[in-house]
T-cell receptor, first 111, second 113 residues
Framework: KQEVTQIPAALSVPEGENLVLNCSFT??????LQWFRQDPGKGLTSLLL?????REQTSGRLNASLDKSSGRSTLYIAASQPGDSATYLC??????????FGSGTRLLVRP | NAGVTQTPKFQVLKTGQSMTLQCAQD?????MYWYRQDPGMGLRLIYY???????DKGEVPNGYNVSRLNKREFSLRLESAAPSQTSVYFC????????????FGAGSRLTVL
């Protein structure tokens, strides 16, 4: 059974700092991995999608990497801003095409 | 705005009552999903519909039923609500099952007393 783990559960950093969020998964047989952002009381917004054949994807200040063989992904946020404060979730599409989520990392960027 | 619309946004039920959560998407997506989100547990898949006319169980289907009414609409029904079903429910859709980005609704917060 695929399991997705995110560490840390919560993170507080000063504005301007570069930071890394971690995601690990137990079964390397995935089709893709996605990073989502969730603001309090809101739905999820997809940030980056990495196909299983890719190593990384970039969008603005965000960079996500994927190492399928080791079951790991990282989300790098450069020059963090207070507006980046949110919960970040990663999810993998497993071999039966279902999306399996981690429990998320709650990020607070202090002004 | 194009996207996924869920109703209602909030609902309070008593144990044993029934209700239906409605979901509609206007992006001509084939696949639709229902998730629940509980504190500290991430999102868990309840049911999904790969295409119009098909539905399948996800990770936590017990106590729920679904209907894919047409390509646009996918409803989730609680026949006899239990306090353990207190949660935030999210509907999502994607172009096809598996390889595509999901678009989520804003969520429905359900409390069962």
């Amino acid at each position: 059974k695929q399991e997705v783990t995110q560490i840390p559960a919560a993170l507080s950093v000063p504005e301007g700092e570069n930071l890394v969020l971690n995601c690990s998964f137990t079964d390397s047989a995935i089709y893709n991995l996605q990073w989502f952002r969730q603001d309090p009381g809101k739905g999820l917004t997809s940030l980056l999608l990495i196909q299983s054949s890719q190593r990384e994807q970039t969008s603005g200040r965000l960079n996500a990497s994927l190492d399928k063989s080791s079951g790991r992904s990282t989300l790098y946020i450069a020059a963090s801003q207070p507006g980046d404060s949110a919960t970040y979730l990663c999810a993998v599409t497993d071999s039966s095409y279902k999306l399996i989520f981690g429990s998320g990392t709650r990020l607070l960027v202090r002004p | 705005n194009a996207g996924v619309t869920q109703t209602p946004k909030f609902q309070v039920l008593k144990t044993g009552q029934s209700m239906t959560l409605q979901c509609a998407q206007d992006m001509n997506h084939n696949s639709m999903y229902w998730y629940r989100q509980d504190p500290g547990m991430g999102l868990r898949l309840i049911y999904y519909s790969a295409s119009e006319g098909t539905t399948d169980k996800g990770e936590v289907p017990n106590g729920y039923n679904v209907s894919r009414l047409n390509k646009r609409e996918f409803s989730l029904r609680l026949e006899s609500a239990a306090p353990s079903q207190t949660s935030v429910y999210f509907c999502a859709s994607s172009e096809n099952l598996g390889a595509n980005v999901l678009t989520f609704g804003a969520g429905s917060r359900l409390t069962v007393l």
